[in-house]
């Protein structure tokens, strides 16, 4: 019983860490990087498709990501949704590829990237906290009703305050990374 348990909350804690890993791909560091374009949706035959998913996408430098669609009469689309998001780079179109200059950050432009992923990592500590909080009212519950012994209440609480110190670690762990990455000029 304390095992499902344990099992679901170690579930939650590892989607709410998958979550932050997504979180921090969305956010720009300077350096070109194809991620930041997984969000971005093209009308394609009126279904939204990923633009990785209709086109090439390279990084000739640190600065530049070149998208080159494999129909080429997706182009005006693909610069469109570019410039419909808040990527905050506008798309320079050829004909036959698009270009997407990234600037370099600014100190303060930095600072405030720094605290939206500090923003991000706090949400997904709440998640890990959220789970834990829900596994331990499972295991009351569980005590309750299956007449389970208190020791066993105990011994799982732990194990769930355990295994949420681990994730927060982790949580923490990936911030501290995410903010050298951004800092690093």
Known sequence: MIDDI?????ERMEKA???LGDAFASVR????????????RVDYYGVPTPVNQMAGVKTPDAHMLVIEPWDKGVLGAIEHAILQSDLGVTPSNDGSVIRLPFPALTEERRRELVKQCKGYA??????????????????ERAVKEDSLPE?????????????????????DEAFKKKEAEVMEI
């Not at 560091?29 to 971005?40: E, F, K, P």
């Not at 998640?127 to 009212?137: F, G, K, L, T, W």
């Not at 769930?160 to 110190?165: A, E, F, G, P, R």
């Open 122 to 139: 706090e949400e997904a500590r709440v998640a890990v906290r959220n789970a834990r909080r829900d596994a331990n009212s499972a295991i």
């Open 17 to 19: 860490l998958g979550s």
């Open 29 to 40: 560091t300077g350096r070109a990087n194809a991620m930041v374009l997984d969000r971005i």
């Open 6 to 10: 344990m099992m679901q909350a170690e």
């Open 151 to 171: 020791d066993d209440e105990r011994r799982g609480q732990a194990e769930v305050q355990k295994l949420t110190d681990k994730y927060i670690a982790e949580v």
